[in-house]
């Protein structure tokens, strides 16, 4: 079993839809939690960072965080073509100087 | 400044060439890193430094051979690398206030 699980997708919605992407997880130790959007042939951009359980929000982004169940969401509100890219989740330990454990990824396409 | 640059943005080099990957971040983060990503997978951790010292080494192969000469920079020196070994590699840095910055990555092929 995999320390993190994440939906590989493709996944495809309209322009303006919620989306909503997940990662399990079956490590305990993982504290910080998250969420990077890779547009290709480029390095992953920091979408949203928590350590804490329960919603953080950004704009259009919500992360999520139930360390109960070991579950972490990104929700996408009024998606956009711009936002077609691989959305990877990612958690460790601790923040400095820890091994970050990435999911495998999650290809988004919104169509026009 | 928000930002790890890493250069050459692209390098092709052949199995018996030796080469260096940079990493500059000007964030005062004290922790750096080098990941190995190949297509369609997700970044894997190749070193760790903390405060200037080496703190993780994943078991990468003696071909790469990282170094950080001061708490800004990061490099890693390529020796006798195989067709194997092309991929884009990311630098990172991280402090304990918030997440993990990527660099743009170096993509590179080896001939």
């Known amino acids: 079993q995999k320390e993190v699980e994440q939906d590989p997708g493709p996944l495809s919605v309209p322009e303006g839809a919620i989306v909503s992407l997940n990662c399990t997880y079956s490590?305990?130790?993982?504290?910080?939690f998250m969420w990077y959007r890779q547009y290709s042939r480029k390095g992953p951009e920091l979408l949203m960072y928590?350590?804490?359980?329960g919603n953080k929000e950004d704009g259009r982004f919500t992360a999520q965080v139930d360390k109960s169940s070991k579950y972490i969401s990104l929700f996408i509100r009024d998606s956009q073509p711009s936002d077609s890219a691989t959305y990877l989740c990612?958690?460790?330990?601790?923040?400095?100087?820890?091994?970050?454990?990435f999911g495998q990824g999650t290809e988004l396409s919104v169509k026009p | 400044d928000t930002e790890v640059t890493q250069t050459p943005k692209h390098l092709v080099m052949g199995m018996t060439n030796k080469k260096s990957l940079k990493c500059e971040q000007h964030?005062?983060?004290?922790?750096m890193y080098w990941y190995k990503q190949k297509a369609k997978k997700p970044p894997e951790l190749m070193f760790v430094y903390s405060y200037e010292k080496l703190s993780i080494n994943e078991s990468v192969p003696s071909r790469f051979s990282p170094e950080c000469p001061n708490s800004s920079l990061l490099n890693l020196h390529l020796h006798a690398l195989q067709p194997e070994d092309s991929a884009l590699y990311l630098c990172?840095?991280?402090?304990?206030?918030?997440?993990?910055?990527f660099g743009s990555g170096t993509r590179l092929t080896v001939v």
């Open positions: 990172a840095s991280s402090q304990d206030t918030g997440g993990y910055t």
């Open positions: 490590n305990s130790a993982f504290q910080y």
């Open positions: 964030m005062g983060h004290r922790a």
């Open positions: 928590t350590y804490s359980s």
């Open positions: 990612a958690m460790g330990p601790y923040n400095q100087g820890g091994k970050l454990i």
